[in-house]
């Protein structure tokens, strides 16, 4: 690590102010950030903690019916309170990393950062879910804008992500064996107006609706709709683990397995 | 009923009071007042001419003592190959200059170019950051085939290419084993990758070293399963060191597998900037560090065939390997493809005509030396997917077959140079069978089916080689130290003893076992035993940890010592009750006379020895202490049989190991549980290495798979519940205990089951692939099962 120094602003309000610095970096659970700096890859002059603020922490569910998921809500929080709710991304949650990772990661540092492994991306974007921020609310479709690239601008928080909730939902999820990051995952939301399905891991764009697969699965939600049905490899990672055919192959089967897993 | 203490108990390992309270002392808890840090400035290319390191502006630095380079170790001298191997041309390999900093030239990612020393580890690293270095890059030789075409670029320029030698086991036997070839009645051949690995122990390497100006003395702290070792490589062929002025400490060390027995740059480094700098200095190393510094393991690109007659006996085996060496000689690097290799190459069969041929290869990597196994895994590994590839070819049970061509009469003299003096393979196959529940496996591939999966069931066979001896025939097999061990068994004047053992414990457990052996020999309680190692000042002389070696060889000396103190303590209490000495026994604690009741007790023999009162001084010196020697007739054999069942996803490739089975024949066993924990610890390994690691450059020299990020580490999750059984026991004929090693056998004996279990399972699905290299990872099952 370089030097830095530590802001820990116990409002949204603080948080921002203080983020107005230059070079001025916001930390969340930390999970990709201190190793980012411990690797040296970063030289922060000031990093704003955000895990003092007791606003940005919480489930609960909103007035229209969304569960809404403070920023600073740890994975183990959500995989435990979401568990009644929203069983789907309470899972989802609850396979992230490590206990130690679930209890120090946090959904809005995970939104945030948007790694293209990362697992959250894949639920935000399934459910056509709300990012809400100190200033503005995007729409998940307009959020996620490839590697590591969002709609956030320099000092923007995730504050809160209001997630419409599915009728039935599933992540399944293949792992890379080295890191244990989705090396493939896919989210299946079925609505009453339709079902989404979004890709985590595989593509080389960040995670992505795979749109066929939402239409044939709107049509009849079984898993033989989607069987026919493949992504171009072109536009698969590839990598150590696993090459672009491989990976196009495993969304089809994560996306087959996930409604199976919905229709039990 | 099973003991509750002594040889055959399951005592509890004492060490781990202090190291799961975090009472442990590892090198990294040694901090000496005034120490400085050093923080090494690595090539991040894999080869090129380093045309300068200007350290001005870093050496301006806050906190910057003094900054190193190439040139300040001219005068100093190549870290030291521990074993010359001659090749089948007679010839002695070629043996590079390998210096403490990189001077001239680059050539592996990771190689110490420049190191700082500064007040803090953090000035020392920003001060790295501000060294220009310039190296004008050349084409790097990876791959193994490539690097020893003509023309290839030369890893060494001194050196006539980059083969370091083409040994040929046994050569004169070549011919022979050509001609039986021809008249085969069948041919099985198997190409294949042994895949480099990465040890990580957990934990990372650290060197401490102190220099005291007013004595000249030397203190090194190391993390090293062999302090002896180390003092004697870098005392007298790096730094010029006297062993009398250089102490090396290795106390609490966390993990070892054999990459942390070789000297290492680090350790000359700091123990050299001591001095220079008037300073202790300190050098931990990080996890990324570790990826790109410690040796390597395995990496061996093999062809073998097997030739056999009508009846499925096999007549003649020929092997051909490609083994990386690294960029340099790593201190047993070239014994490791060759004697622990080549000498195993029978395995449990008696295939009568054996040749083996090795070139080993530098590259632009990570020097590559011995890594749990060492040798007996990669043969172990071609031979026993060979054998079940045969078996498929030649449409016979993989079992039966090998039933068939098993040494059944021992000793047996391998075509190979060695004589397994004990085994009994029928044993350990019928224990494993009765083990795995062959019969139940048909049952257990339909319940698999019918959740959509495949089941696979494989064995394999193994046979090693551990505590390798005696010194005289190592010598002229090339390797440049003896592999004896030495202990002093020092008995305290109120009867407590502390054992000074030369072997090292790193996670073995010695102060346990060893204490067993010694309390059971005299029949005191353990505690009254305690075990010191690792500290070159506190133990005479020691060859350390490593090939399973400590209960063969240093548990012998150690044995042999204790001898010498029974066999004088008889003399003392012989006096005391006035007895003739041949009447005296030994049993429980106390010296009897035979047909009396005449007795007297440990302590007050022991204490008679210091204060000698009523004492034979005319006869025998006060005191007890005695110090043996011990170098072994030959190594030991264990071998077993392994059974692995895996299940296999066929629309993921994911296999997951659902049963795992090993029936091993360790001879003698001190501590049934610490023996059961290292199978464990091996099995682990071995399933890694099938299932999951793999050390990976790209065509430029770039390590790809330097973090656990890509590096894939086995979980717990990742492993079953292991069956393990050593009751199939044919005690080591040539050492007093009658043990023979335990420590590798799960890594030697558990990658080939893996393999012939998911080839199995593919079977079951239809697809019929020969061979999968290993890691066999989801990627390439998905991959194979759709070729």
Request: proline residues 5%.
């Amino acid at each position: 690590m370089y030097n830095f120094d530590v802001e820990r602003p116990k409002t949204v309000a603080d948080a921002v102010n203080a983020l107005a610095t230059d070079e001025a970096q916001p930390m969340s659970g930390g999970q990709t950030l201190i190793p980012t700096l411990k690797a040296r890859l970063a030289m922060p002059s000031v990093l704003v903690s955000l895990s003092g603020i007791d606003e940005m922490k919480g489930v609960r569910k909103g007035d229209d019916g969304r569960l809404c998921i403070g920023g600073g809500t740890t994975h183990a929080t959500v995989a435990a309170e979401a568990a009644a709710d929203f069983p789907g991304l309470a899972g989802l949650a609850a396979r992230i990393g490590d206990p130690a990772v679930r209890n120090r990661g946090t959904i809005g540092g995970s939104v945030a950062n948007n790694d293209p492994s990362a697992c959250y991306p894949a639920a935000v974007l399934a459910t056509g879910a709300t990012v809400v921020t100190n200033n503005r609310e995007i729409a998940a479709d307009d959020y996620f804008q490839g590697m590591f690239a969002t709609a956030l601008e320099e000092g923007e928080i995730v504050t809160e992500v209001k997630f419409p909730i599915p009728q039935a939902s599933h992540y399944e999820k293949h792992i890379q064996p080295a890191s244990r990051f989705p090396l493939v995952a896919v989210f299946v939301a079925k609505f009453a107006d339709g079902v989404r399905v979004a890709v985590t891991g595989a593509s080389e764009n960040g995670v992505f609706r795979w749109t066929e697969a939402e239409a044939a699965l709107g049509g009849a939600f079984n898993s033989d709709t989607v069987k026919g049905l493949t992504v171009d490899a072109a536009d698969m990672i590839s990598d150590l683990h696993g090459s672009g055919a491989y990976r196009a192959h495993l969304v089809g089967v994560m996306t087959r397995r996930a409604v199976d897993a919905i229709n039990g | 009923m099973p003991k509750d203490s002594g040889i055959g108990a399951s005592s509890k390992r004492r060490e781990d009071i202090r190291f799961l309270t975090g009472d442990g002392n590892y090198t990294d808890d040694i901090n000496i007042h005034g120490q400085a840090y050093v923080h090494f400035l690595r090539s991040d290319v894999a080869h090129g001419t380093l045309n300068s390191v200007n350290t001005d502006a870093a050496a301006a630095m806050d906190g910057v003592v003094k900054i190193f380079t190439g040139t300040d170790f001219e005068a100093v001298g190549s870290i030291p190959c521990g074993w010359q191997v001659t090749d089948k041309h007679g010839e002695v390999m070629q043996e590079p200059r390998h210096p403490v900093l990189a001077h001239g030239k680059v050539r592996h990612v990771g190689e110490p170019i420049a190191a700082v020393v500064a007040d803090t580890p953090e000035q020392a690293r920003d001060a790295a950051e501000a060294i220009e270095v310039d190296i004008s890059e050349l084409p790097a030789v990876i791959d193994m085939k490539e690097a020893v075409r003509d023309g290839a670029p030369k890893v060494h320029d001194d050196l006539t290419g980059n083969l370091c030698y083409d040994w040929g086991f046994v050569e004169e036997n070549k011919g022979a084993v050509d001609a039986a070839f021809e008249k085969a009645a069948h041919v099985t051949t198997l190409e294949l990758v042994n895949n480099r690995l990465v040890a990580n122990p957990m934990e990372p390497r650290v060197a401490v070293g102190d220099f005291a100006r007013s004595t000249g003395d030397y203190t090194l702290y190391t993390t090293s399963q062999n302090p002896h070792v180390i003092r004697l490589l870098m005392g007298a062929f790096v730094l010029g060191i006297p062993e009398h002025k250089l102490r090396v400490v290795a106390p609490d060390v966390g993990g070892g597998f054999g990459t942390k027995i070789f000297h290492y740059q680090e350790e000359a480094f700091v123990t050299f900037a001591a001095k220079a700098c008037n300073r202790p200095v300190k050098w931990t190393s990080s996890r990324s560090e570790a990826f790109m510094s410690d040796a390597h393991g395995r990496d061996h690109v093999t062809k073998i065939e097997l030739a056999l007659d009508a009846d499925n006996n096999f007549t003649a085996l020929r092997t051909d390997t490609y083994a990386n060496m690294g960029a340099y000689l790593s201190t047993f690097a070239p014994s490791v493809p060759t004697w622990l290799h080549g000498t195993l190459m029978a395995g449990n069969y008696k295939t009568p005509l054996i040749y083996v041929n090795v070139k080993a290869v530098f590259t632009n990597t990570v020097p590559v030396d011995a890594y749990r196994g060492a040798g007996r895994p990669e043969a172990t590994y071609q031979l026993e997917r060979l054998v079940d590839k045969a078996a498929h070819e030649l449409g016979v049970d993989p079992i039966k077959l090998r039933r068939q061509n098993f040494v059944t009469e021992f000793p047996y003299a391998t075509p190979v140079a060695v004589e397994y003096d004990t085994g009994d393979y029928i044993a350990t196959m019928d224990k494993l069978e009765e083990m795995a529940d062959v019969a139940g496996f048909a049952a257990r591939r339909q319940e698999s089916e019918a959740k959509g999966r495949l089941r696979g069931f494989g064995v394999n066979c193994y046979i090693e080689a551990c505590g390798i001896a005696p010194s005289n025939l190592v010598g002229q097999l090339g390797a440049r130290a003896g592999l004896y061990e030495s202990a002093t068994v020092r008995v305290n004047a109120t009867g407590g003893l502390v054992v000074m053992t030369g072997s090292h414990s790193h996670g073995q457990g010695h102060e346990t076992s060893f204490a067993q052996v010694v309390a059971e020999m005299i029949g005191i309680d353990e505690s009254m035993v305690e075990i010191v190692h690792g500290d070159t000042d506190r133990v005479p002389m020691g060859m350390g940890t490593y090939g399973s070696r400590s209960l063969a060889v240093g548990g012998s000396a150690m044995v042999r010592a204790t001898e010498k103190i029974i066999a004088k303590a008889r003399k003392i209490a012989s006096h005391l009750l006035e007895a003739s000495e041949t009447d005296v026994e030994l049993k429980d604690g106390a010296f009897t006379v035979a047909g009396t009741d005449k007795s007297v007790a440990w302590g007050d023999v022991t204490l008679a020895a210091y204060v000698p009162h009523n004492y034979p001084l005319e006869e025998i010196e006060p005191g007890l202490e005695e110090t043996a020697f011990y170098d072994p007739a030959n190594f030991t054999y264990p071998s077993g049989a392994y059974a692995c069942e895996v299940e296999l996803d066929p629309e993921t490739g994911q296999v997951t190991v659902e049963r795992f089975f090993a029936a091993d024949d360790f001879g003698n066993i001190v501590n049934p549980m610490i023996v059961t924990g290292q199978v464990h610890g091996g099995l682990a390994q071995g399933i890694g290495q099938a299932l999951m690691e793999n050390c990976t450059y790209d065509a430029d020299g770039q390590l790809l798979s330097a973090s656990y990020m890509d590096y894939a580490m086995p979980r717990a999750s990742d492993l079953p519940f292991y069956d393990v059984d050593h009751s199939c026991q044919t005690p080591c004929t040539h050492n007093p205990l009658g043990v023979k090693g335990c420590g590798e056998a799960g890594a030697i004996g558990s990658p080939p089951a893996v393999v012939n279990a998911v080839l199995d399972a593919m079977r079951s699905g239809g697809k019929d692939v020969s061979h999968i290299d290993m890691p066999v990872s989801p990627h390439r099952v998905w991959e194979a099962m759709n070729s």
